[in-house]
């Protein structure tokens, strides 16, 4: 990379009562917006028919994020991230009112589109809204807070949907979105504009095209392979064809425009294109173990949803203490990369004990133990974040995003990964994936309960044994994280 790209301005200061409020609500509302429906899908299916295409109501928010967040990157790079912010909530509130007005099935799902083209900003440009506001240094102890911000979210989206759903009906659930994007509108108007110049250049849309085809048929294809019982494969492999072709398009593409989207040159330093791949594999990890550890305590150990939510609470809180203590740490140390290289083989260790050691446990010990292993994985994000933030220079918001669109990549494979293990892993036990059993993994008491005692512990002694891939699978990736992280070439600020 040339010293001109490596060159930035010195961050302009900005008091930590207006900067975190700033970025804070839109992350938080980028995030919320992910789970907050996951409750509300059944009514949402009861209400607009087409139970089969429920699903595309959260995987079209994710796909059109996961297109926006270089977007957003790029643009505020060139015009500024405070105004493309509020471009990006301007976006967001009109994709909440058109999902609440919504009366099919098809519209919803177009405006769950139109909403995450709002809200793939709102996570990429907070982050770069630090970049330009905050020292190196003190930059990590940002991602500390926002860490805890983005478990919060994660968590009570869920439970926010479902209590909106209860009692206002579905629709409620996008209207409190505007509210909430208007007071972050002036809460980022707070925010110092932009001092220099805005730089000309002529935006990429073939690199989006291509962009878009290939996020698109990448998720289809990882959500279609989930259960492969159920898989069209020479429907999934067609998609999977599709998304190899158009990478290879779009970084031909990229080499060849004089503003490319996704820099290569910015990617090919070995601190940020290393920095993504670790955060694309903790992508994987974490959101796989959020969404199969309340499969295994409902399948194996028995409980109820209550129950789990209080169980899996260490784990979601974990994440946010591990990210504070480390952002403290390398503020004070200006060491980096230190941290999740530990912190990871830690993980590693936890998880592989947990593949060959989780019976041991009662409930309780098995929560503490999920909240050891997500303190430290709490080492990453930060680190990864302040890693590339310095390396990018001018080019902060597109760096920024590149962690985006690499964890969230991350998180598809990584859970499509998991489930097939899983599901493979069934299958080897000698059992049928009936409907009742699919039925069962998605927490359906009426299923289980037409099942005979004998019955039932037969399935969840399989499911038991299924489990050890599992957690096998994500040792695995916890592995390889480690190694990535060792990798990184920069190790202090």
């Not at 959500?223 to 998304?243: D, H, K, M, Q």
């Not at 949803?305 to 591990?322: F, K, Q, R, Y």
């Not at 530990?342 to 009662?362: K, P």
């Not at 964890?407 to 599901?423: D, E, K, Q, W």
Request: charged share 10%; net charge positive; glycine share 10%.
């Amino acid at each position: 990379m040339s010293s001109t790209d490596r060159t930035s301005s010195p961050p302009v200061p900005v008091p930590f009562l207006t900067l975190f409020p700033s970025i804070m609500l839109p992350m938080f509302l980028g995030i919320m917006d992910q789970t907050i429906v996951a409750t509300a899908l059944p009514v949402i299916a009861a209400s607009l028919g087409e139970v089969e295409r429920i699903a595309w109501v959260v995987v079209a928010y994710l796909i059109s994020t996961a297109i926006m967040a270089p977007v957003y990157g790029r643009l505020g790079d060139a015009f500024g991230r405070r105004k493309m912010m509020m471009v990006a909530l301007g976006v967001a509130i009109a994709g909440s009112a058109l999902c609440a007005l919504a009366n099919s099935m098809e519209m919803l799902i177009l405006s769950r589109f139109a909403q995450g083209m709002g809200g793939g900003g709102l996570l990429s440009l907070s982050q770069a809204l630090i970049g330009q506001s905050v020292p190196p240094r003190d930059r990590a102890r940002y991602q500390g807070f926002l860490a805890t911000v983005a478990v919060i979210a994660s968590t009570v989206g869920p439970v926010v949907g479902g209590f909106l759903t209860q009692h206002f009906g579905w629709r409620s659930i996008f209207f409190l979105n505007i509210p909430l994007c208007l007071l972050a509108m002036v809460l980022v108007q707070r925010l110092p504009a932009r001092l220099t110049p805005f730089e000309k250049f002529r935006f990429d849309f073939p690199g989006l095209v291509l962009l878009g085809i290939f996020i698109s048929c990448l998720l289809v294809f990882v959500e279609g392979i989930r259960n492969p019982a159920e898989t069209n494969w020479p429907v999934s492999l067609g998609f999977a064809a599709s998304a190899v072709i158009s990478v290879i398009l779009l970084i031909w593409r990229e080499r060849r425009a004089s503003s490319p989207l996704l820099p290569l040159q910015l990617l090919k330093n070995p601190n940020i294109w290393r920095s993504d791949a670790l955060a694309m594999m903790h992508g994987g990890l974490f959101v796989s173990l959020i969404s199969f550890i309340p499969i295994y305590l409902s399948m194996v150990r028995g409980a109820s949803t209550s129950e789990i939510g209080l169980l899996i609470l260490p784990m979601t809180a974990g994440v946010g203490i591990g990210s504070t203590i480390v952002g403290q740490i390398v503020a004070r140390t200006g060491r980096t990369t230190l941290f999740p290289s530990i912190g990871m083989m830690v993980v590693t260790l936890l998880i592989l004990g947990m593949a060959f050691m989780a019976g041991w446990f009662s409930d309780i010990g098995f929560s503490a133990y999920l909240g050891l292993i997500s303190i430290f994985m709490g080492s990453v994000m930060g680190v990864v974040q302040v890693t590339v933030q310095a390396e990018a220079g001018r080019l902060l918001g597109t760096a920024a995003a590149s962690v985006q669109l690499a964890r969230s990549l991350g998180a598809a494979m990584g859970t499509a990964i998991v489930g097939i293990v899983m599901f493979t892993g069934i299958l080897a036990t000698g059992t049928a994936i009936s409907g009742d059993l699919l039925a069962i993994l998605q927490g359906s008491d009426e299923a289980l309960a037409r099942l005979g005692s004998a019955a039932e512990a037969a399935i969840r002694a399989n499911v038991a044994v299924a489990f050890h891939g599992v957690f096998l699978t994500m040792a695995i990736f916890a592995a390889i994280s480690c190694a990535l992280a060792w990798s990184i070439p920069r190790r202090r600020l």
